[in-house]
């Protein structure tokens, strides 16, 4: 694109150097001629006079046209011109790269301490909500074992309750321990994931850096090619 707007900016800069010498160069023929009639012309106005005048009043507003044309060139011309500096060069685009990279190191940073947060606060409350079922089951047995001793009725039923604690308890331990393979499982693919796209990010950098190196050899063999 940048190639495609500096020819289009060299043609139009070369189309009105020729139109402003033809334009000169008519304008000069003219003044020639209308010096020449007056010159000729002796005494009042005759036919001859009329159409010369006419003649120059056309030319006249030719000329005018194309000065207006010539105007509109121009703002084409610093058109083209603003389009051309508004395309950035290959350092600033270099320099912006670098400050995108820099951002998103700094936001992957944020939200990956940002996430160990919330993770290590539901860790706790999941910790605080088991402790508290646990003071709960301990406190409900202690409340119920000296009545229970009481008769033989009694403590069959809370032998029988603790077996259900026991059972309830179980349950509890097999799904956490479920919850946490699953959890292993998604951290093994995290991981083996994560490793992929370090070894892509390594082969990006080397191939940007590789890419530098041969933009610079270029430049440097067009001056010399240009020279």
Known sequence: MLKALVALNENLKAQEAKFKTNCKRQLTQLKEQIEKLQKSVTSGIS????????????????????????AKKNRDIALVERKIDEVPARTELTQYQRQFVELYEQVGSKFTETRQYYT??????????????????????HDKYKPSMASKTSKEQFLDSL???????????????QKLNTEKEVKT????????????????????KEFLEECKKNELLQSKLNA
């Open 47 to 70: 036919p001859e006079d009329t159409e010369i005048e006419e003649t120059f009043q056309q030319d006249s507003e030719r000329i005018k046209r194309a000065k207006q044309l010539v």
């Open 120 to 141: 290590f606060y539901n860790t706790l409350e999941d910790k605080k909500l088991y402790l508290s079922k646990e003071v709960s089951i301990l406190n409900s047995i």
């Open 163 to 177: 077996a259900s604690i026991v059972k309830s308890v179980t349950q509890s331990l097999e799904k956490t321990e």
């Open 189 to 208: 693919k995290l991981t083996e994931s994560y490793t992929a796209l370090v070894d892509k990010e390594r082969l990006y950098y080397k191939a940007t």
